[in-house]
């Protein structure tokens, strides 16, 4: 059931749904609160919906479920950037860079040229 939730959100989430998503997910988290990759999704839902606030609360759970990646960090900072919290933003954007690899790294210093 839970994987039929995920399924569904994966696929509504690639065509760009993001409210259909973010129902989805949803759902599955309400099967297993403690997914770091059901967080992770529903806070990138939450950002592409223009919910910053509860895309960082979920952003932040994945990342104390373990989630260390370095689309966790430019997502939460993307969504600090666009809450006006200009800090956290940089230094989500730092930490993205110390986990990117070389493509990744160039696309994080790009964010943070916009706050620096």
């Known amino acids: 059931m839970e994987e039929d ?12 749904n993001y409210s259909y998503s973010l129902q989805m997910f949803n759902k599955a ?6 997914n770091a990759d059901i ?3 529903l806070g990138v839902c ?8 509860n895309s960082i ?9 373990g ?3 370095f689309e966790l960090f430019l997502n939460r900072g993307t969504s600090h950037l666009y809450n006006g919290d200009m800090n956290y933003a940089r230094q989500d954007f730092l930490d993205a860079i110390n986990v990117a690899n070389e493509s990744q ?5 790009k964010y943070l040229q916009k706050i620096n």
């Open 46 to 53: 939450h950002l592409k919906l223009g919910d910053y606030i």
């Open 67 to 69: 989630n260390k990646s």
């Open 39 to 41: 967080k992770f999704y």
């Open 29 to 34: 988290d309400s099967i297993n609160k403690s």
């Open 105 to 109: 790294r160039n696309i994080a210093e």
């Open 5 to 16: 939730y995920i399924s569904e959100g994966l696929n509504n989430f690639i065509s760009y």
């Open 57 to 65: 609360k979920e952003l932040n759970l994945s990342q104390e479920y």
